[in-house]
């Protein structure tokens, strides 16, 4: 049964999307562009925050306001154009990508955002490769116009040969660096001359080139050797590419290319109103066993992606992100938990802005909703209004890092282990248990060196807690099972950790030791992630 004609309409407007890109692309300063043409602020800040200067808003994190980079994805809601858009803004930095990878499950689109200068960076490939993977609809935004870069026509070959997706720009630019002038909308036809001496507001207008003489026009803003390259240019693109397949794009096959600068503020409001026309509404969703769910599905269904503690320090508060898959949802309803397999009440929900939330009553389909958890949720759970509904899980993937904390004060060893506990369950961290010591002495996994830093880091900040790191020998960290893919305990020649969820856990030193352990156990398999 399908939702009312109502609740339908609502789905429908909704647009959810994540930005990816390499760290320093300009992510998050795009992403404060898109909330100030949403209206959401009014002042757009700087990545870095210098002395007097606005900190942009979707880095909340203390140390991510101090290294000018993000390190946990921030959900942002605003309206634009009778559009509801939830943006996600993700980590860049690899040592992030399980976070990163979770926030993609909870899309139904992406933009991809590309340096000028550098093209396809090593995280755009791997970030892209998830998208694939998932069949996610890519916008590209080539970022950073007014600085020197790679002429559009190499970047367009460049991300169609590194990506193996065909590319559709939407827009040309009229020169790159000093002598950038402005783009073509290649779909309205008209130029959008750029002026940096004018201020945000006016520092552009629109000439029309319908009915009028493009070579003319190029020539009386851009100097002679830049207006016969750009119309070179569009005379190869014009020539080269059909019109815009839409299914295409749908389908995770072309992505249509917009050029401009976050910074300057200039191609973002053509990109938001681009994206607003051809972003996809809530998608069908795969449940357990091999159907698919309906946004318009009568009822409420979701699943969490994303915890998150000491959004509010003071409350030592812990907030469990649903994505809304299908229906409506409503502050106090009941739902099934398919975990836990019972009952429970969603009390206290909110939306967001970075940090800063508002408690939310209605919410629908392609929403983000953050639930007020005391230790229900994980991530991964699925809840419906009406029996028992499993989506598809999400992976763990094995960490590189290893490292013991200690404490100076014995007294607060209880503390660091109740910490430890709450950064392990937002998938900050991963903790391994010797279980013949118990949990009084864990191992921490991480992906990367920088996870081990915002560990230290938040444990001071948040927790009051000096604690010492002293890393440890291992590199490999795998998950034995049988060719059934059930869990082994037992593993000849090593003893086993366990992991939160009670798995065993094969610990090593290098890569060696992972072959010969499985020489001499062939009739096992070591999983490098397991599902949640």
Known sequence: MNVSPVIAEEIQRRRTFAIISHPDAGKTTLTEKLLYHGGVIHETGEVKGKSGTKAVTSDWMELERQKGISITSSVMTFDYQKLRVNLLDTPGHKDFSEDTYRVLMAVDSACMLIDVAKGVEERTKKLYEVCRYRKVPIFTFINKLDREGKDPLTLIDEIEKTLGMQCYPVTWPLGIGQRFKGIFNRLTKELMIYDQRRDEVEQFHIVPTIGQD????????????????????????????????EQAFLAGEISPVTFGSAKQNFGVDLFLSFFCKYAPAPIPRPIKPQESLSPLDNRFTGFVFKIQANMDRRHRDRVAYIRICSGQFQRGMKVFHSRLDRELRLAYSNQFVAQDRETVDVAYAGDIVGINDTGNFAIGDSVSSAGKVEFEDIPK????????????????????????????????????????????????????????????????????????????????????????????????????????????????????????????????????????
Not at 513 to 531: C, G, K, Q, T, V
């Open 214 to 245: 493009l070579s003319k026009l190029l020539h009386q803003y851009l100097d002679r050797e830049s207006a016969e390259q750009v119309l070179n240019e569009l005379e190869l693109v014009e020539g080269a590419l059909p019109p815009f397949d």
């Open 397 to 532: 993937f094995a960490p590189e890092l290893f490292a013991k904390l200690t404490v100076r004060d014995a007294l607060k060893r209880s503390k660091l282990q109740e910490a430890l506990k709450h950064l392990a369950e937002e998938g900050a961290i991963q903790i391994f248990i010797d279980p013949i010591i118990g949990h009084q002495d864990p191992l921490i996994g991480a992906v990367g060196e920088l996870q081990f830093e915002v560990l230290v880091h938040r444990l001071q900040d948040e927790y009051n807690l000096e604690a010492k790191l002293n890393r440890l020998s291992y590199t490999v960290a795998r998950w034995p099972r049988d060719k059934q893919g059930k869990a082994v305990f037992e593993v000849k020649g090593h003893n086993l950790y366990r992991d939160m969820q009670d798995q065993p856990v094969l610990l090593l030193n290098q890569e060696w030791d992972l072959n010969w352990a499985a020489r001499e156990n062939p009739e096992l398999e070591f999983a490098s992630s397991i599902n949640r």
